[in-house]
């Protein structure tokens, strides 16, 4: 078990919907990442918070927002879906922003499936 | 930039015999290199890290792996595979001045024949 909690850990949902997934990260960590994982595109960076900011967008589309809280928990928005967007989501979280030899945890994802 | 390339997409291995995935990276610096694990439909797991102390790091369930500047190398080493091992390995170089903290190797597959 990481500490990394990830709700929910399934979702289906129609085209054109919105739906929010939500992580809650180790104790402790301030960095909070999201990566999209799928079969054609592989390991995606989306976006990275550090402490309630936003510190870094990686492949992030415009139908995608993300935002943590003050208690450090973070959500990830995924609004007007389409078929291609379906994924595995992954949260991770790190004790920092530097990245620098401090190791990442993953949650176990969020399986999103669009029809 | 930072940037890791995993040389090999998909490995097969018999159970009982070594395995070898191999990952080269990209720094200007001295890197910080992960090693992650992926089962299927789990999230990635660490198996090791190194940070610049010894260079032959050993991580979990029998895997090391050895730094070699020269080589720019950080290969991953078991010497005998378990049918437990078959999932996907991931290669991570830090990038702290980067926008991307971390960057990952693309993957590889690993199979473990029986």
């Known amino acids: 078990d990481s500490g990394v909690t990830q709700t929910p850990k399934h979702l289906i949902t129609a085209t054109g919907q919105r739906v929010t997934l939500r992580c809650s990260p180790r104790s402790g960590d301030l960095s909070v990442y999201w990566y999209q994982q799928s079969l054609d595109q592989g390991l995606q960076f989306l976006i990275q918070?550090?402490?309630?900011?936003?510190?870094a967008k990686g492949n992030i589309l415009e139908r995608f927002s993300a935002q943590q809280f003050p208690d450090l928990h973070s959500e990830l928005n995924l609004s007007s879906l389409e078929l291609g967007d379906s994924a595995l989501y992954f949260c991770?979280?790190?004790?920092?922003?530097?990245?620098?030899?401090?190791?990442?945890?993953f949650g176990e994802g969020s399986w999103l499936t669009v029809v | 930039a930072q940037s890791v390339t995993q040389l090999d997409s998909h490995v097969s291995v018999s159970e009982g015999t070594p395995v070898l995935l191999r990952c080269n990276y990209s720094?200007?610096?001295?890197?910080?290199l992960f090693w992650y694990v992926q089962h299927p439909n789990k999230g990635l797991q660490l198996l090791l890290k190194y940070t610049s102390a010894a260079t032959l790091v050993k991580g979990i369930n029998g895997f090391e792996a050895e730094f070699k500047k020269s080589e720019t190398s950080f290969h991953l080493t078991k010497p005998s595979a378990h049918m437990s091992d078959a999932a996907e390995y991931f290669c991570?170089?830090?990038?702290?001045?980067?926008?991307?903290?971390?960057?990952f190797g693309t993957g590889t597959r690993l199979k473990v024949l029986a």
């Open positions: 720094s200007s610096y001295s890197p910080s």
């Open positions: 991570v170089v830090s990038d702290p001045w980067g926008t991307y903290k971390y960057i």
């Open positions: 991770a979280s790190s004790v920092d922003i530097t990245g620098s030899g401090n190791t990442i945890y």
């Open positions: 918070y550090y402490n309630g900011e936003e510190r």
